[in-house]
């Protein structure tokens, strides 16, 4: 399938995404029984997702499959959710990249000194790993976009990897951060296990996802394709802890913005949330499309996007 044509397949509203998947336990808790909680995404197309009800985790259903989700990103995900038609970032994209790093890197002040190994999972074009080694820090980032990649290291000289596991193996790092990518992987669970992995002794885990459970937008505008996987605080939390991290006091949190510590053998919990599934699936009811359509609401957050790309395109350094 062109690359043009996997794009526009992926825009069409009313019809499902290009892809079969496949069934797939929950990367928490390790269920397979789940409830529905959604039939359509921000772009009305037909899309399933499910909360586990062992431990309340959101997930697309079928989850598209390694090579599937690889086609998506190839050939639809830059031009559909960030207008990057080129190899180059977009202005709009550099710009809310620059304000995001410089919150994160405010956030994570009291651990960003001077000589602090800082490794960045998901290090888009790298503004984050300016900001860092703007502070002092030695910075790595792993970044699977080739172009952006290639984008971190002529603008900003930093190092950066395709891939986690190209870290040398006794490789770690006081402070790792990952930001907005969770939700994009089928093992989020898994990868956190692996980040948790390299920090060294007294480091700490920088996570941020959206939450599923803010409010102010209809139900289905949470869901895309681009996520197949959903958090909210108390899923955060338990995928941390099972990573062997419990949230830091000493760090501010927002929701399901958060910097985690190494537990000790006294913070042990469960993974198990009985009665979250049904929670999200009640305050995720869907809104029937012709109803939605019909209503005009949709067009408030069509708008509240293309004003924020301008807004953003235009916006001084």
Known sequence: MSSTLHLVRHAVPFTRYPYRGEAMACNLCGGSETLTVAETDRRLKRLRSVACTGCGLIRTDPMPTEAELDAYYASAYRA????????????????????EAAFRAELLSPAL?????VLDFGAGSGEFLAAARGRGCEVTGVEPGRSYAAYARAKHGARVLHRLDALAPDETFDVVTVHHVLEHLRDPVDTLVRL??????????????????ATGKPPHERFHFAHVHGFVRQTLDRAARRAGLVPHPAYR???TTAVY??????????LAEPGLAQDLAAALAPVRPGAYIASGAWLRPMLRRNAKAIRDTFASR
């Not at 000194?113 to 190994?117: A, F, L, S, Y």
């Not at 948790?196 to 459970?213: D, E, S």
């Open 196 to 213: 948790a992995g390299r920090l060294a002794p007294g480091g700490v885990l920088y996570a941020a996802v959206p939450n599923m459970a």
């Open 113 to 117: 000194r001077p000589g602090t190994r």
């Open 80 to 99: 559909a959710y960030q207008f990057a038609l080129g190899r180059r970032p977009p202005r709009h994209h550099l710009n809310r990249s620059r304000r």
């Open 261 to 270: 510590r190494q537990a000790d053998a006294s913070d042990g919990s469960g």
């Open 253 to 255: 949190r927002e929701d």
